[in-house]
């Protein structure tokens, strides 16, 4: 009669994940795994929110620059209609009536959502404020923010005027024996004078 071995000790407690690794070895090292990676979106989150500011920066200096190419072509655009017809433009809309082209398409305020502009007007707004049928000059933004750029000396986005009336330093423009009552209006405020109707080159 054969009598059976006992098994070892050891043999009878051997676990069954073989040669892998203990279960607790694999556990520690999924806990690595998520620490770390924890520690990289931690990491990735400070430098996305020290970049912000930066990226701000840069999508307003640009909205800026379209701002002035924006509003220097509205006033070219005007000054040359006012060139062509002897008059100012009563909406902006008139601009794409003339023939040859003077401007590629009717721009918007890059600086505000809606995208409107306050207009310059060249006389001043009678006692009902109406400006539905007054001539226009130019065109200023709405924003209110303060600018990074210094244009014409100002600082301020709605302080920024395309007047056909002026050129790049704001130096009046004009043609012989052409002028008009010229009341710089932006929102119903603004400095009386005589003008002449703008007409010469950017």
Same mark, same amino acid.
């Given at each position: ?31 690595f795994i998520m620490a770390m990676l ?55 809309a008139e601009l794409e009536t003339v023939?040859?082209r003077i401007i590629r398409k009717i ?15 060249? %006389? #001043?707004? !009678?006692?009902? =404020? @109406?400006?539905?049928?007054? +001539?226009?000059? /130019?065109? &200023? ?42 009341? %710089? #209006?932006? !929102?119903?405020? =603004? @400095?009386?004078?005589?003008? +002449?109707?703008? /007409?010469? &080159?950017?």
């Amino acid at each position: 009669m054969t009598i059976p071995k006992p098994s070892s000790p050891s043999a009878a407690f051997r676990p069954a994940w073989g040669a892998k690794g203990a279960p607790g070895r694999r556990e520690g090292q999924r806990g690595f795994i998520m620490a770390m990676l924890l520690a990289f979106i931690t990491i990735m989150g400070i430098l996305l929110m020290k970049g912000i500011p930066a990226i701000t920066t840069e999508v307003r200096r640009e909205q800026e620059a379209e701002l002035i190419f924006r509003g220097e072509s509205i006033a070219k655009a005007i000054r040359v209609f006012a060139a062509k017809t002897g008059r100012y433009p009563n909406a902006l809309a008139e601009l794409e009536t003339v023939r040859p082209r003077i401007i590629r398409k009717i721009y918007k305020d890059p600086m505000t959502e809606a995208g409107e502009w306050d207009f310059i007007y060249a %006389v #001043q707004p !009678g006692a009902t =404020g @109406d400006t539905r049928s007054l +001539p226009i000059v /130019g065109v &200023k933004s709405k924003s209110q923010l303060d600018s990074f750029k210094i244009y014409n000396q100002k600082t301020i986005y709605s302080d920024w005027a395309f007047s056909a009336t002026n050129n790049l330093l704001g130096v009046p423009l004009g043609q012989p024996n052409q002028s008009i009552p010229l009341g %710089v #209006q932006s !929102g119903g405020e =603004g @400095d009386k004078g005589t003008k +002449p109707v703008g /007409g010469g &080159k950017n």
